[in-house]
C-alpha cells in the first residue's frame, strides 16, 4: 500500500469523507483551517455537501439537524470555537444524536493563540456544556491517526448514538506525516430513530426537552446505561515497553509521541521507563494504570496543561504509588529531551510529588 | 541514521515548500519523515519555517529541539535558529548572512546570486539550496530522489519548469 505525504488535519477530513461522511459545517479557525479548506475542495467530488457557517453556533446547530435526519455529519474548530459550540454539544448529547466534532487544542484561556496547548482537556472529557452527559473523547497522535480515529468515531457514534470528539491539538494537526489511506466503509448501523420522512409509519421525535416527571429521568437512565457499556467495551490505549517498567509515563496526544522518544533515552541509559498513551481520555484507561501502579515506583504525567488528565490518573493510581507532574502552559510544548529530564529528576527524587490541590 | 533539519527564510523564499519537497523524497526511497512547519506568519516577508526529521526508525518528536542542519535564508532566521544547531552540526547560510559565532560549522554560500545570475529565476533558489544540501548529505541523500520529486510537483506546470528546477539543483550540487 503507498503512503501519501499528509497534513494531520487533511488526514482528519479525508478520513471522515471514507468513513461516508456528506456533510461538513464550519467556521474557520487556526491551527484547523486545513479541515474546511480540504473539504470544500473534496466534498464536491464525493457528492457532499460543504457549508462555511456564519459561526460555531450556527456549524453546531447544522450537524445538530444533519444528525437528527440521520446523516454522518463533522463539524471540526479549534479552543474558542469549542467552547461556543458547548450548548449545541449538550443539546445533541441529550437528544442521542451521532455525529462527529473535533477540537484542535490552541493556547488559551479567551482568544490566547495559536500555538499547540492540551488545556481544554477538562471541557472535553468533563462536560463543557451542561448536564450529565459525555461524548466520546479520542486522542490523536499523529497524522495517521487522524485519519483512523475519525473513521472509528464515526463507528463509535453511530453504535452508541453518543457525540464523538477528536481532541488534537496544534502540532498533530499542523504535522505532516506519511499516511496510508483507508479504503471508504459503507456505514451499517440502521438508524430507526431518524427524522426521514414519516409516510407509512409513526412520526420520529427528536429531543432534549420533556415537560413530563418522567422524560428527563428515563432519558438520563438511558444514557447512563449507555456510557457504563462505552466504558466496559470501548477503552483504547498505546502501551510501550510496560512489562519490566519501573516508572511509568502518562501522555496524550503529541505529548504522548515526545514521551515515547523520552522513554527510548531513559531505556538507552538503562532506566526501565515504561508509556501509558490513553487513544479514548473518555472513557479514561483507569484500569491498566491501576493495574500497572502496582508494579511501579512513580508515575510521571506530562501534559500542555496546568494539570488537568493527571486528575483522572490519580483517581485510578489512588495511593498505591506517587504521581509526578510537568506542564507546558500556553502554547510552549513539550520536547522529548525535556520529558526524558523530567524522568531522570523524578528517578533522582528531586521532584515532589503531585497533590490534589 | 536520523537527520534533523530547520530550513528557514523570508515568507516567499520558498523554504516551506522546499522543507516538503524533502520529505517527499525521503519518503519515496522508503524512509521514515516527519514536516512540521510554521502556520503563524508566512506571508510573504514574513518569517516561516519547518521542521524536517528523516530517520530510518520510527520519528517521535516532529518538533526538533537540537538540529544537525539549519538551512538559513535570512538574518533573521539565521539569529532565531543558530542556537539550535548542535556542535559538529552545519549550518546553511547565504553569503549576505553576518555571521555570528556559535557552536556548529557554518557553510556560507553566494545562493542569491547564484540563483539570479546563472539560473535567471529568484523563485527556484530553494532548490539551488536544496541541491547544496543534498551534496553535504551524499550518505543517505541521492539526487536522484529528488529530482524525481521535483518532477513529479512540477510536471502538471509543464516541463520547462520541471527542466528549470532540475538545473537549479544540478546547480547547488556543485556550489560547494
Redesign the interface.
Known amino acids: 500500500m503507498t503512503?501519501l505525504?499528509m497534513k494531520g488535519n487533511e488526514a482528519m477530513a479525508e478520513g471522515a469523507i471514507r468513513a461516508g461522511c456528506r456533510y461538513y459545517f464550519g467556521y474557520p479557525i487556526?491551527?484547523q483551517n486545513e479541515v474546511p479548506a480540504y473539504f470544500a475542495k473534496r466534498m464536491p467530488e464525493v457528492g457532499g455537501v460543504f457549508v462555511q457557517a456564519e459561526s460555531e453556533t450556527a456549524s453546531i446547530n447544522m450537524v445538530y439537524g444533519a444528525a437528527a435526519a440521520g446523516a454522518r455529519v463533522m463539524t471540526t474548530t479549534s479552543s474558542p470555537g469549542y467552547s461556543l459550540m458547548q450548548e449545541g454539544v449538550s443539546y445533541l448529547a441529550g437528544a442521542r444524536l451521532p455525529c462527529v466534532l473535533a477540537n484542535v487544542q490552541r493556547g488559551g484561556p479567551g482568544l490566547g493563540n495559536?500555538a499547540a496547548s492540551q488545556a481544554d482537556y477538562f471541557q472535553a472529557t468533563k462536560g463543557g456544556g451542561h448536564g450529565d452527559y459525555h461524548v466520546f473523547v479520542l486522542a490523536p497522535a499523529s497524522a495517521q491517526e487522524m485519519m483512523d480515529l475519525t473513521m472509528l468515531a464515526f463507528e463509535f457514534s453511530d453504535r452508541y448514538r453518543v457525540p464523538a470528539l477528536i481532541l488534537a491539538d496544534?502540532?498533530v494537526g499542523?504535522?505532516?506525516?506519511?499516511v496510508e489511506v483507508r479504503d471508504f466503509v459503507t456505514p451499517q448501523v440502521e438508524k430507526p430513530w431518524a427524522l426521514t420522512g414519516a409516510a407509512g409509519r409513526e412520526p420520529n421525535v427528536v429531543r432534549s426537552l420533556w415537560l413530563d416527571d418522567e422524560g428527563v429521568p428515563r432519558n438520563n437512565d438511558l444514557l447512563q446505561a449507555t456510557y457504563d457499556a462505552i466504558r466496559l467495551q470501548e477503552v483504547r490505549y498505546e502501551e510501550f515497553l510496560t512489562a519490566d517498567a519501573d516508572y511509568l509515563i502518562v501522555a496524550y496526544g503529541?505529548t504522548g509521541?515526545?514521551a515515547?522518544?523520552a522513554v527510548?533515552m531513559a531505556r538507552q541509559q538503562g532506566l526501565r521507563v515504561g508509556l501509558i498513551r490513553p487513544i479514548t481520555l473518555w472513557p479514561f484507561p483507569y484500569r491498566i494504570l491501576q493495574t500497572l501502579s502496582a508494579q511501579v515506583k512513580g508515575v510521571f504525567v506530562c501534559e500542555m496543561s496546568a494539570g488537568q488528565m493527571v486528575e483522572d490518573v490519580a483517581l485510578a493510581v489512588g495511593d498505591t504509588v506517587p504521581i509526578y507532574f510537568r506542564g507546558e502552559l500556553g502554547g510552549r510544548?513539550f520536547?522529548?529531551?525535556?520529558i526524558y529530564e523530567g524522568v531522570v529528576s523524578m528517578i533522582r527524587g528531586g521532584l515532589q510529588p503531585w497533590q490534589p490541590k | 541514521m536520523k537527520e534533523q533539519v530547520i530550513i528557514s527564510g523570508f515568507g516567499g523564499q520558498g523554504v516551506l515548500s522546499a522543507g516538503?519537497l524533502l520529505?517527499?523524497a525521503a519518503?519515496h526511497a522508503g524512509l521514515?519523515?516527519?514536516?512540521?512547519?510554521s502556520?503563524?506568519a508566512e506571508m510573504r516577508g514574513g518569517a516561516a519555517n519547518c521542521h524536517v526529521v528523516i530517520a530510518d526508525q520510527?520519528i517521535?518528536?516532529?518538533?526538533i529541539?537540537?538540529a544537525d542542519t539549519l538551512i538559513a535564508l535570512s538574518q533573521q532566521a539565521f539569529e532565531k535558529f543558530a542556537s539550535l544547531v548542535r556542535g559538529g552540526g552545519t549550518i546553511l547560510a547565504d553569503k549576505g548572512v553576518k555571521v555570528i559565532d556559535v557552536a556548529a560549522e557554518v557553510v556560507a554560500l553566494p545562493f542569491e546570486e547564484v540563483t539570479l545570475k546563472e539560473i535567471g529565476n529568484i523563485r527556484v533558489l530553494n532548490t539551488v539550496v536544496l541541491g547544496t544540501y543534498a551534496a553535504l548529505h551524499k550518505g543517505w541523500l541521492k539526487k536522484e530522489w529528488l529530482v524525481e520529486a521535483l518532477t513529479h510537483k512540477f510536471i502538471s506546470k509543464g516541463q520547462k519548469v520541471v527542466d528549470l528546477n532540475i538545473k537549479a539543483l544540478e546547480r547547488g550540487y556543485t556550489l560547494l
Open positions: 503512503k505525504l487556526t491551527p495559536i496544534g502540532i499542523q504535522m505532516v506525516e506519511p503529541s509521541r515526545m515515547k522518544g527510548r510544548m520536547t522529548d529531551a525535556k | 516538503f520529505a517527499e519518503m521514515e519523515v516527519t514536516y512540521y512547519p502556520y503563524g520510527e517521535y518528536s516532529p518538533v529541539s537540537v
